[in-house]
């Protein structure tokens, strides 16, 4: 039987704080070994992190330890920003595949290379992904990764422990990196439901590209994609007029296969700018001719609705809620939403007091219309049952 927990300590001390996670979970173990445990340890902790390893791999002695050093831990229903804390999720999977990966991005004379893909990931649906992300191309690796393997689902962070090259550390079994990225893949047999949350909703309608080059919208259903803009700011009240002023994005639709459009078919991104001269929009992402996109707000919110409203389908979900990963922007938390524990408080109101380990993020991955995309102020969910 699969079976999980989750630990955190605040405790300033690396020695002191590893040793009550540790024993924490071996305490819900009962003695068992688990199969996986995925450590997240504040930048408090960086010196030390390498001790921190040795002695979780001789305590719980896993059959896969991964890590990352991040600005900020969650453990169960807190979240513990910029201060000190030590946080695990420890699963067992019996019979299950477990597939660890240290990824990196090497310099060829035909370009860059990927180094530590394994050559058979069977069955394998689910990849865990920690990064750090001065050294490993996060967006390009999850393009090669829609392409070349249709299915896989990627779910993780970066870390944000270091504002610079170096600063970050991630662990691999017996190994402290301080580059590319780190990972496991899940055997298609476990369980895993990812959610991602973006925070945002949408406003007005949905319009079709109908000129656009590069990152640059110009045209939207036929008229310059600025006047569209105007026109809806015209169109809404005062109250979404100033969410328009203080946190407008644009949302590209993944699949156009669709009648209708709604909230989570939207891959969100930053509104750069405005030419006036010419009515062009642009955008942080390449935009399509033909490609639908809708304007989104974001505000404390809208964020608590998209995830309040994602956790209550997961809920109505049989088993689908038993432990959770959660990877969050270093943007959220009390800088977006006034009070500390929102996203993980949530978690708990909704799906209850289950195993959780996470971090705030230098950015999150996850899966948006059946691919993969590196997001910015989402919350991203890895919900195991």
Do not use: Y
């Not at 990812?194 to 080059?213: D, H, I, N, W, Y």
């Not at 639709?253 to 891959?267: C, K, L, P, T």
């Not at 997961?314 to 088993?319: I, N, P, Q, V």
Request: glycine share 12%; net charge negative.
């Amino acid at each position: 039987m699969t079976r999980f927990a989750s630990a955190l300590s605040q405790h300033p001390v690396p020695a002191h704080a590893v040793g009550e996670v540790a024993g924490e979970v071996l305490e819900q173990f009962d003695g068992d070994d688990p199969d996986l445990v995925v450590c997240f340890a504040s930048a408090h902790h960086v010196g030390a992190l390498e001790d921190v390893a040795t002695a979780l791999r001789s305590l719980l002695e896993p059959k896969v330890l991964l890590g990352v050093t991040a600005s900020s831990v969650i453990g169960g229903a807190l979240e513990v920003e910029e201060a000190p804390a030590l946080s695990l999720l420890a699963g067992r999977f019996p019979d299950r595949e477990l597939t660890p990966v240290a990824l990196r991005m090497i310099p060829t004379a035909d370009g860059p290379a990927l180094t530590g893909w394994p050559d058979d990931l069977g069955s394998s649906r689910t990849l865990i992904l920690l990064a750090d992300p001065f050294s490993f191309p996060v967006d390009s690796f999850l393009g090669r990764c829609n392409t070349d393997r249709p299915g896989l689902r990627v779910i993780g962070g970066l870390a944000s422990a270091a504002a610079r090259p170096g600063g970050n550390r991630l662990l691999f079994g017996d190994q402290l990196l301080t580059e590319g990225a780190v990972g496991v893949f899940l055997d298609g047999d476990v369980d895993v439901r990812t959610l991602v949350s973006q925070g945002c909703r949408p406003v007005g309608q949905p319009f079709v590209v109908t000129k656009a080059e590069g990152n640059v919208m110009q045209e939207l259903g036929g008229v310059p994609a600025l006047e569209r803009l105007q026109q809806l700011a015209s169109s809404v009240t005062e109250e979404e007029r100033e969410l328009l002023r203080g946190g407008l994005h644009v949302g590209l639709v993944v699949d156009e296969h669709q009648a209708e459009f709604s909230r989570g078919d939207f891959i969100v991104r930053n509104l750069l700018g405005a030419d006036r001269d010419t009515g062009a929009l642009a955008v942080g992402d390449v935009v399509s001719v033909g490609q639908t996109v809708q304007f989104h707000v974001r505000d404390a919110d809208a964020a608590d609705e998209d995830l309040r409203k994602m956790l209550e389908g997961a809920a109505s979900t049989s088993g689908a809620g038993n432990a959770a990963l959660l990877f969050t922007c270093n943007g959220r938390g009390r800088h977006l939403f006034g009070t500390p524990d929102h996203d993980a408080g949530l978690v708990e109101k909704v799906l209850g007091p289950i195993p959780l380990a996470g971090c705030f993020c230098a950015g999150e991955i996850g899966p948006v219309g059946g691919q993969n995309f590196l997001h910015g102020f989402t919350a991203s969910l890895a919900l195991f049952a």
